[in-house]
């Protein structure tokens, strides 16, 4: 089976993307993910100035996904230019993630970026659990949505990808205010909650920052909702992420309404190898329904 | 198909004794079972404070880590008691390989990991380097230790190393383990490549998650949580960050000495 | 272990309460879940006229959790007064739920069950999933909150529990609303989402009014944050609810701040005795960590 | 510890064949092997129309459901061909026990859960009533089946009760199965009670969720998908809505009649 596909224009010999923040710390890990078969990849978030973010643990699985407050540490622009060279060599797109407080910041991030050689830019307008930043910051109105793209396609060249949050209430206008402002795609969704885990020996939340964005299982049926809506809103193209495990679960994405689709958490579930493993069900899956392309596919949940 | 419940949070487990390897270094034994490889490590979580990565100096029935006091998680720690409950998740990575007539070269705190190896090795040839006397770690606990001290109070003065070449002259070994400073390590490597023998490293990179998602431990595309903390020499000629660069906590990546640096402000 | 508590001045043989929307459309249902070792039973939330609700499919699991678009099917005030009667013969309180489009039909349902045996009323502002209630008409913004709880205050001497959606930002802010209007207590949380699930094979989401709230243990640590921010924000006492399955899970929740605890999805996952199960595990727990009460551990993980 | 990823979803599966049983009835066997009791049924959706339960006709190997078209949903079952898929989720419910010397008393459609207990049963006594000849289901499916129809157009003209009140006069039975319209069941129920012989019936209530947490489908405080469908005479005695009382889709109770006709529209 074929999976080729593109996304506003860049080819992907295969629909199934690292999600941002999940490995994307350095160009050789990069590497690793596509040589497991990743049709493309998202580097970790990057900030203005490096950031330690939050303490330890940052990282956790209970029963039903995965929590995470990393708290977004990233080396900064100095250090994303120093890791990520060469990226034309690792032999699928690498898209940039970028943050910032406020749309200067992003402003400066993306020109900060520019001369690397990343396919895309994706701005996430929605982290629930870093202060200054995403939801806490209030960037997922359509007013602050429609502002940050705009100063970010100032910058570059690049297609720009939208990041929203499952929280967001009316999620299809942001998206709409996304697409107005000149996004070139949206990604849905960032991690969902915030939500806690308190250990009841210790009596005190587990994560350091005591809440964190909830991700896998648990988010899938928000995100394949969200999704749903966004494709009822936009035109441009969406990757759906969130909760993405097996072949059948990048269908029912794809049926939601995704072009692409993301993968983080199943990397504990399934190991790094977790994108060819996925891309042989959806192909298995596809040759038995008697699919050769994602055409009859894409929205084909909806009506 | 895969197993999508694998949990991933601290129990608070019980310290059940503790003992005073040295000045500097104690091992917490812990009242939970804890099977695992030589070489796995745990995480350790103290409420409010923090979580860090620590090998299994004792596995099985007695569990334990050996931890040297260097800032402040391991002042914390060094302040609490038997009965005191510490979080634990794991064990995490993989274990060293079990293989006959093997040489083990510890230094420092290195030892705690290998010192759980040595246990299941038939015979081994063991090199043990400290700064000096009052910093070797389980003295006695197995026999027949070459010992080493950087100022000679104890043991042969000198390091490791030099005892290494010197075994290595007129001894046949199968395989190297070694675990201890990086430095010390990368040496150790090279003159195993030199000498065409096989050698498990175990490396040691500031984590977060620990089981494979976060990529903070990374190491020229390898997870030293998860593929590692144990690398053999396929890996280890393949990293070059091995015994030069390492990330601090933002994920910059400076020179191991910088890493160092910041790891002991 | 003794596990009595009180809630508003209503006494409780345990803090463990069934929560609406499961199992309770009749007096004998009630009647069995109390047998099961139930402290409290809520009844399925009841409007003004009789309502069919959504088209089957309207209950289903998923690997995290439940999803329902029941779509509030009730007799109405009608046949809820012929259901309800002689509810003090059933040995445990029984709360009302009641449900309206807008603060006046709140409160012609709170006057119409005014003559039953009910503890309390609950007011649930927060389905995600029923056109014209809950969070789809606004209901879980604080100036609705304190509109419609002031109007149901009016009508009923009964304490007043006013429930809260997890998708709502700053439920503090709706929570302190809730309590300045009057209410008695919070409720926290109804399920999660919406979210959809799509069948591959038949290319059309499971659920027949297509999406639906999330249940269960995907619902948990949003469940335990929300109590959690609850906690810090308003002093009436708080029924949390949301993926309790155990009585670990019910002491983590008490922790969050938690005074009683609600439970649903359970009663997929371990039968209609989970209420029993849940008992004697939170007593075990708290037999060996020295506890003779739940003092120490309500809103322990705080601070 | 209990399960906690009970799954509960439609999965699709072809109709692999379609038995024209009758004018009105049609068995459809499935493309998937269901392991179920006698008596327990499956939830069948119909995407974008409903979903609804149904007693398995045929379980095991060959697994199959026998319908009859009513109203809006079956209609649309029968416009169906071999070959279409439609959704399945289950088996559900409880099933009948299996007993020696029994007697099974069916009643129209009511036929489809006990065939596939009758197969299971060592030379029951059958009675099987049809409002007509041409309503007769799995004519041949069972020898020895004594026929009942309102209008005499097969077998003896009458009730399948009096067949089952002459039978009880000369024979002993351990135990009566029933399934049919409700007041019959509850007739059959009522002469058993009278002589002394345990009877199980199979209810039919609205159901929603079809796993025991809606409380939908409740008489008089048990679930019929959970704790029944089929109940023992010591249930029967408890339920005061048995033969009398049901729920509409909105949960409110109506005499059993209203119930019909509401089903009827
Ligand atoms: C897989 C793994 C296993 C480990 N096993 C052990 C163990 O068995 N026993 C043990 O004591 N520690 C072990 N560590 C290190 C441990 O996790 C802590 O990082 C260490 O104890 C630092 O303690 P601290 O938090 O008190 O110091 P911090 O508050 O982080 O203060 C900085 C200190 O970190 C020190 N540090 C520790 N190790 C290194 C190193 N290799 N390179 C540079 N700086 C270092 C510095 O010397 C400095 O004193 C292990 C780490 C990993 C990744
Ligand atoms: C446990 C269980 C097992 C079942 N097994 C079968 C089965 O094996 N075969 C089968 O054909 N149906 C069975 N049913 C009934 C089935 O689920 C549908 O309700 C029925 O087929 C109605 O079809 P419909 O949706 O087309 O009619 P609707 O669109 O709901 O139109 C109303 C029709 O429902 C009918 N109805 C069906 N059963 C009853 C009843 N007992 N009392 C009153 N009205 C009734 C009315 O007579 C009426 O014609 C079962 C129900 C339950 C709860
Ligand atoms: C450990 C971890 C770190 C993450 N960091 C980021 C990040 O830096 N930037 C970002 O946009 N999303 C981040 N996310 C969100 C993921 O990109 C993704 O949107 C989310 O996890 C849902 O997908 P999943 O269920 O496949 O994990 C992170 C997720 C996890 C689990
Ligand atoms: C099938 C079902 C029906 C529900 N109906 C109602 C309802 O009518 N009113 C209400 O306030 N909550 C309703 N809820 C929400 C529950 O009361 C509860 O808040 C939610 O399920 C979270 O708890 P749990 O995870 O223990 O199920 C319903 C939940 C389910 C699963
Ligand atoms: S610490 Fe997260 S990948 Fe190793
Ligand atoms: S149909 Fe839901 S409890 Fe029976």
Request: hydrophobic fraction near 40%.
């Amino acid at each position: 089976m074929n999976l080729e596909t593109s996304l506003c224009g860049i080819k992907l010999a295969n629909p199934v993307i690292l999600a941002s923040g999940i490995l994307g710390v350095s160009r050789s890990l990069l590497s690793e993910v596509i040589r497991n078969g990743a049709g493309a990849v998202t580097i970790k978030s990057i900030s203005l100035e490096a950031r330690e973010g939050h303490k330890n643990p940052t990282v956790i699985a209970f029963d039903a996904g995965l929590m995470n407050a990393v708290g977004y540490s990233n080396p900064g622009t100095a250090g994303a230019k120093k890791e990520f060279t060469g990226l034309k060599g690792l032999g699928a797109p690498v898209f940039a993630s970028i943050i910032g407080q406020d749309a200067s910041e992003f402003e400066k991030v993306a020109e900060a970026l520019g001369g690397l050689e990343f396919s895309a830019i994706e701005i996430p307008l929605s982290c629930p659990h870093t202060p200054g930043f995403g939801t806490l910051a209030g960037q997922d109105t359509p007013e602050k949505t429609h502002e940050i793209v705009r100063a970010v396609i100032k910058k570059t060249k690049l297609p720009v990808f939208v990041k929203l949050s499952p929280i967001t209430r009316n999620i299809g206008d942001v998206a709409r205010a996304a697409e107005k402002a000149g996004a070139s795609a949206i990604t849905a969704v960032n991690t969902m909650g915030p939500g806690m885990i308190i250990n009841i020996d210790a009596k005190k939340p587990v994560l350091g920052f005591r809440m964190g964005g909830v991700s896998g299982p648990a988010l899938k049926p928000v995100a394949i909702r969200c999704v749903y809506d966004i494709y009822e809103s936009v035109k441009i193209p969406i990757i759906g992420i969130g909760g993405i495990m097996t072949g059948r679960d990048a269908i029912e994405m794809m049926m939601a309404g995704a072009k692409a689709i993301g993968v983080g958490s199943a990397v504990h579930y399934r190991g790094m190898d977790v994108f060819k493993k996925i891309c042989s069900e959806m192909s298995e899956w596809m040759y038995e329904n008697g699919y050769e392309s994602f055409d009859g596919i894409i929205g084909a949940a909806h009506g | 198909m895969d197993n999508y419940k694998k949990t991933e949070l601290p129990e608070m487990v019980k310290i059940t004794k503790i003992v005073y390897e040295n000045p500097y270094v104690r091992t917490f034994f812990i009242g939970r079972k804890i099977d695992a490889q030589p070489g796995q490590f745990v995480m350790v979580w103290l409420p409010d404070l923090d979580e860090k990565p620590f090998s299994l100096s004792y596995a099985g029935n007695k569990t334990a880590i050996t931890v040297e006091e260097k800032g402040k998680f391991t002042s914390a720690l060094f302040k609490m008691k038997a009965g005191d409950k510490i979080g634990i998740r794991g064990p995490y990575g993989n274990g060293f390989t079990l293989k006959a007539d093997a040489c083990v070269v510890a230094g420092g705190c290195g030892v705690a990991p290998l010192a759980n190896l040595i246990e299941r090795l038939k015979n081994p040839l063991i090199i043990q380097g400290a700064r000096s006397r009052d910093r070797i770690i389980f003295k006695g606990r197995f026999k027949g230790a070459s010992i080493t001290t950087d100022d000679g109070t104890a043991g042969t003065k000198g390091f490791v190393t030099d005892v290494l070449e010197a075994q290595l002259a007129k001894n046949k070994f199968s395989i190297v383990y070694t675990c201890g400073p990086e430095a010390m390590m990368k040496r150790v490597f090279e003159i195993c490549e030199r000498h065409g023998i096989e050698c498990e490293a175990s490396l040691e990179r500031f984590m977060k998650c620990g089981f494979g998602v976060c990529g903070q431990c990374e190491a020229d595309g390898l997870r030293v949580c998860k593929d590692g903390p144990v690398f053999p020499s396929a890996h280890l000629r393949k990293i070059k960050d091995f015994g030069s660069f390492a990330r601090l906590k933002s994920g910059e990546k400076v020179a191991i000495s910088d890493y160092a640096k910041w790891r002991c402000q």
